[in-house]
């Protein structure tokens, strides 16, 4: 049973381009949430989505990012005309659709802006 | 609303010696809460986690951490430290009674082991 698939895992944009992240959660997972580890930093909630739903987006900035958990695929977070404070590791989290608690996360994807 | 607070951004023990990584937390609620093990240029690994049920949790790889209500603690220890050990910890809280909440982090303590 694979873990959370997370690609790329090192991922390198010019200010002003878009960064894709992808997100294939855990077999039978439903949620996926997506974090920001800014370098010296904790990690910080973004968004909570389960299948074609956003529950929680209150993490998010309130522009240039999205994020989409379509039916079939794996979930994207996009960011638009990135800029150097972008620069981070994101990581992504999955968990059952039944109660569970704690969250299996994926390796990330480190984000560097130039 | 939650908050969770590491003591020590850095600590430094001996190989063998007890490891302690201090964790305080705030919350409305009755807490879950978590402690996570970050290897460099990895995801997070969960190490343990308090649901509730007995207050002496014990995890992966010889860890345990004792929740603490009047205290508002949940401090990770480790008899004794091995090089593996060498890390960066993080605790987190979450009010949710299902895994759809969000967790809360701790900005991280790095763990030194030396030989």
């Known amino acids: 049973n694979a873990g959370v698939m997370q690609n790329p895992r090192h991922l390198v944009r010019r200010r002003g381009q878009e960064a894709r992240l992808r997100c294939s959660p855990m077999?039978?997972?439903?949620?996926v949430y997506w974090y920001r580890q800014l370098p010296e930093e904790g990690l910080k909630f973004m968004v909570y989505?389960?299948?074609?739903?956003?529950?929680?987006e209150s993490g998010m900035p309130k522009e240039r990012f999205s994020a989409e958990f379509p039916k079939e695929g794996p979930s994207i977070l996009r960011i638009q005309q990135v800029v150097r404070g972008d620069s981070a590791a994101y990581f992504c989290?999955?968990?059952?659709?039944?109660?569970?608690?704690?969250?299996?996360f994926g390796s990330g994807t480190r984000l560097t802006v130039v | 609303a939650q908050s969770v607070t590491q003591l020590g951004s850095h600590v430094s023990v001996s190989e063998g010696a007890l490891v302690l990584l201090r964790c305080n937390y705030s919350?409305?609620?009755?807490?879950?809460l978590f402690w996570y093990v970050q290897y460099p240029n990895q995801g997070l690994q969960l190490l343990l986690k308090?649901?509730?049920?007995?207050?002496l949790v014990k995890g992966i790889n010889g860890f345990e951490a004792e929740f603490k209500k009047s205290e508002t603690s949940f401090h990770l220890t480790k008899p004794s430290a091995h090089m593996s050990d060498a890390a960066e910890y993080f605790c987190?809280?979450?009010?949710?009674?299902?895994?759809?909440?969000?967790?809360?982090f701790g900005e991280g303590t790095q763990l030194t082991v030396n030989p």
């Open positions: 989290a999955s968990s059952p659709m039944t109660g569970s608690y704690g969250y299996t």
């Open positions: 077999k039978g997972h439903s949620h």
């Open positions: 989505l389960q299948k074609e739903n956003i529950i929680d």
């Open positions: 919350s409305s609620v009755p807490p879950y």
């Open positions: 308090y649901t509730s049920a007995a207050t």
């Open positions: 987190a809280v979450s009010e949710g009674e299902t895994s759809g909440s969000r967790l809360t």
